[in-house]
């Protein structure tokens, strides 16, 4: 994957100049800070980003210029991108499962908040994390709702074992927590009020003040044209049911968006290879690169075609079945796509909204999935 050192202007100039046969990532700085300041101002508490979304050096950079100063990790790897390029970060190593090679490599890096949703994983933090200073979060789960997908299905401790794990936690000396996920590219705010009302709750029925409510991610990138991202609606409502449910033992906030600080910093633009007779449309990019989160959470409608010279075709709509480039017959964009009908073999197909998991989950399968991002000033046409 390549970084083109050139800040074009926008998309269609880079298409217009380069004609590139690859796929490309416009990214734009200016969108990535926007997104983070909306944040920073915003949430009553701390913003990390999850760096898992999008580990690209720029975005760490950007994200850090912006003022983001803690990330959620989930490897010793990611621990190690961070301290290299932001190195008084604070870190949330909050991956609930870990080795012991882990936990101790975390330890040396200066890890100071972790997760945990099991009595076995708690016991080996215990074992080999010091207790001073350092916060264990019990990371806990609902029935989903409102989300594309759900998160509960991996981790989480029920709220029976989160009470138990959180009297352990406080027992052992460290600074009591507690985490969830309300699911992924969350819409609704009201998907947050269920799980602060029972971390209250939980809190309540072990006897343990909660230093810290870490609201995780869940917060929506604009995916669909008609579907807008309430992000202060959901800040407020945040903020209010934390009171209401926690009173004068208010725990401090933490909040740790992926897709919503990265997500729409980014445009993806994959080269039409061919319109089988007339009807199908096969992509140079597909579920197996940068497209592969499509199928999971779902087909982006902010999509335009732009011909070989970066023009944007504004014909009627017609819809379509689209494949990517590889040998796998499941290479294929969910449903059909609604795209001009005078697409043609040469043009650009152009999604804005990609930059969460799009270049993390790039494979290189078939020999495909060479990727270019370019830095662009805007992201329109």
């Given amino acids: 994957m390549g970084l083109s050192k050139t800040i074009w202007s926008n998309p269609a100039e880079f298409l217009r100049t380069v004609r590139p046969e690859n796929p490309v990532i416009f990214f734009s700085p200016a969108v990535l800070q ?16 999850a760096v898992k979304t999008n580990p ?48 101790a490599q975390a330890v040396e890096l200066g890890v100071q908040s972790w997760s945990v949703d099991s009595a076995s994983e708690l016991e080996k933090l215990i074992e080999m994390v010091p207790a001073e200073g350092c916060e264990i979060s019990v990371r806990f789960k609902l029935p989903v709702a409102g989300a594309a997908y759900n998160f509960g299905a991996k981790f989480g401790a029920t709220v029976e074992l989160a009470v138990q794990l959180l009297k352990r936690v406080a027992a052992a000396g460290f600074i009591p927590s ?24 939980i809190g309540t029925e072990a006897g343990v ?31 209010r049911v934390v009171s209401e449910a926690f009173g004068v033992h208010r725990p401090a906030l933490v909040c740790e968006p992926g897709r919503a600080l990265c997500g729409d910093a980014f445009s993806h633009a994959a080269k039409v290879k061919a319109v089988r007779d007339g009807g199908h449309v096969f992509l140079n990019d597909g579920v197996y690169g940068a497209l592969a989160e499509l199928p999971l959470v779902g087909v982006i409608d902010r999509i335009e075609v732009a011909d070989g010279e970066g023009r944007r075709r504004d014909s009627a709509l017609s819809s379509r079945i689209v494949f990517g480039p590889t040998c796998d017959s ?49 992201l329109r046409l």
């Fill in 34 to 49: 926007a997104a983070a300041r909306r944040f920073l101002d915003g949430f009553p508490g701390l913003v990390t980003y």
């Fill in 56 to 103: 690209s050096e720029v975005v760490i950079e950007n994200l850090a210029a912006a003022g983001i100063c803690g990330f959620d990790v989930a490897s010793p790897n990611e621990i190690r991108l961070i301290r290299r390029l932001v190195p008084d970060a604070a870190l949330h190593f909050n991956n609930p499962v870990r080795s012991r090679a882990e936990i």
């Fill in 178 to 201: 507690l985490t969830f996920h309300p699911g992924t590219q969350c819409t609704d705010p009201h998907a947050w009020e269920a799980y602060i009302r029972a971390a209250a709750e």
């Fill in 209 to 239: 003040r909660v230093a810290r409510l870490n609201v995780g991610g869940g917060f929506p990138n604009h995916r669909l044209q008609a579907v807008l991202p309430q992000i202060e609606e959901t800040f407020a409502l945040i903020d």
């Fill in 330 to 378: 499941v290479d294929r964009l969910p449903g059909e796509l609604m795209l001009a009908e005078d697409i043609a073999e040469g043009d650009y197909l152009v999604i804005h909204g990609m930059g969460a998991y799009s270049i993390a989950t790039n494979t290189r399968f078939n020999g495909f999935g060479e990727l270019t991002i370019a830095t662009v000033l805007s």
